[in-house]
């Protein structure tokens, strides 16, 4: 095996991703940090890098799994299955949307696509107004389907999987059709695993969008035990600060689920998003 020498560009590559992996992870690190720390010491002395073994503890984490906590756990349990339910949900409907557009040719295939390319160039702010009637008119103001069923069908997955559908062959199609597979067949059998790369990517797209999304939950839901986690611990800060670090603690195990979703799917993110953009 050739041993791989070390070019001065390759080393100033290397050097420069290092640096940006430490100013990544380095946010996190501090914030780790003082979620091991006391309300007063954070409010005294800020976030800081200083390890102070005399007041740093595990308390606030005991505390967050407490009885007297126990609203954490429950807005913990909204946001982990509002997000597997939308991210499911959200990826199944829209690939079916982008693979139709992609693969079957009828009038008005280009028309819709279009469209779907005016919606990603909408904010979303502008819609909520209407999207928030519309809820009251359907009677789904504070509950979960309110949450979800707005943004289930979102542009910008069924725009990527539009592209990446594109590159696929479509020889495919007529194979699973000589067999006998019905088109649904031929979708959840032959095309979805080769577009597993493009939900991989999408899957952490979709997941994040959705575990951090604030605004629309915390204008929709109106119940305290319906709150998801972002929204809960919006309303931990009090105008003293008193609960700064119950709020820090709180957020470094709201990185967890994120973090798992990213670790698993990682190995599709890149090359979903470099074949996805290109056609074959």
């Known amino acids: 095996m050739p041993i791989k020498r070390w070019t001065p560009q390759s080393l100033l590559l290397l050097l420069l991703f290092l640096v940006l992996a430490v100013l990544a992870v380095f946010p996190l690190y501090a914030l780790a940090l003082a979620s091991l720390k006391p309300s007063k010491e954070l409010l005294r002395m800020g976030l800081n890098l200083k390890w102070d073994f005399e007041i740093m503890s ?43 557009i992609a693969m079957y040719r009828f009038p008005g295939r280009n028309l819709i696509f279009v469209f779907v390319l005016l919606v990603m160039m909408v904010p979303v702010e502008i819609i909520m107004l209407p999207l928030y009637k519309q809820m009251i008119s359907l009677r789904m103001i504070d509950t979960f389907r309110g949450v979800v069923l707005p943004f289930l069908v979102a542009p910008l997955p069924i725009f990527f999987f539009r592209q990446y559908a594109e590159g696929l062959p479509k020889d495919f199609l007529d194979a699973g059709r000589m067999d006998g597979c ?76 994120i973090l798992l979703v990213f670790i698993f799917f990682q190995r599709y993110f890149v090359s979903g998003l470099t074949v996805g953009g290109v056609k074959g």
């Open 58 to 100: 595990f308390k606030n984490y005991a505390f967050l799994f407490s009885e007297s906590a126990k609203k954490y756990l429950v807005w913990y349990g909204n946001s982990l299955g509002i997000t597997a339910v939308y991210t499911v949900l959200s990826l199944l409907l829209s690939s079916m949307v982008g693979y139709g």
């Open 182 to 257: 019905t088109e649904y067949g031929i979708f959840f059998r032959i095309m979805v695993p080769l577009m597993a790369p493009a939900f991989g990517a999408m899957a952490i797209l979709q997941a994040l969008g959705s575990w951090n999304s604030f605004v629309w939950p915390l204008i929709v839901l109106k119940t305290g035990s319906k709150l998801t986690l972002p929204i809960g611990l919006s309303s931990l800060v009090t105008p003293y600060g008193n609960n700064y670090d119950i709020l820090i603690a709180g957020s470094v195990i709201a990185i967890v689920p």
